[in-house]
């Protein structure tokens, strides 16, 4: 049975920092492309980053220099720093695995105030 579990989300003011992190289990982690989507009330899920099983990073134009994706294959986890935090950013963020089959967690709720 798969599982991903983000964790980290939260109430946070404009300009501030979280990290949110998703623990996978039932997957061979180290083998699949992990990533970060988010969807705000009324919009399309929309990708955040993205980490390959490589470790090759990709970002939404929207967080570069922003937001930091990483993975850990010891501990079957990938991160995402957020710094600098605005409003915009506020949505429930979906942490992803990709190999032969694509993985969604439930999502963890991040709200920005301004």
């Known amino acids: 049975q798969v599982q991903l579990v983000e964790s980290g989300g939260g109430f946070v003011q404009a300009g501030g920092s979280l990290r949110l992190s998703c623990a996978a289990s039932g997957i061979i982690f180290s083998l699949n492309n992990m990533g970060w989507y988010r969807q705000a009330p009324g919009k399309q899920r929309e990708l955040v980053a993205a980490?390959?099983?490589?470790?090759?990073?990709n970002y939404a134009d929207s967080v570069k220099g922003r937001f930091t994706i990483s993975r850990d294959n010891a501990q079957d986890t990938v991160y995402l720093q957020m710094n600098s935090l605005k409003p915009e950013d506020t949505a429930v963020y979906y942490c992803?695995?990709?190999?032969?089959?694509?993985?969604w967690g439930q999502g963890t709720q991040v709200t920005v105030s301004s």
């Open positions: 992803s695995a990709n190999r032969l089959v694509t993985y």
């Open positions: 980490i390959t099983n490589s470790g090759r990073t």
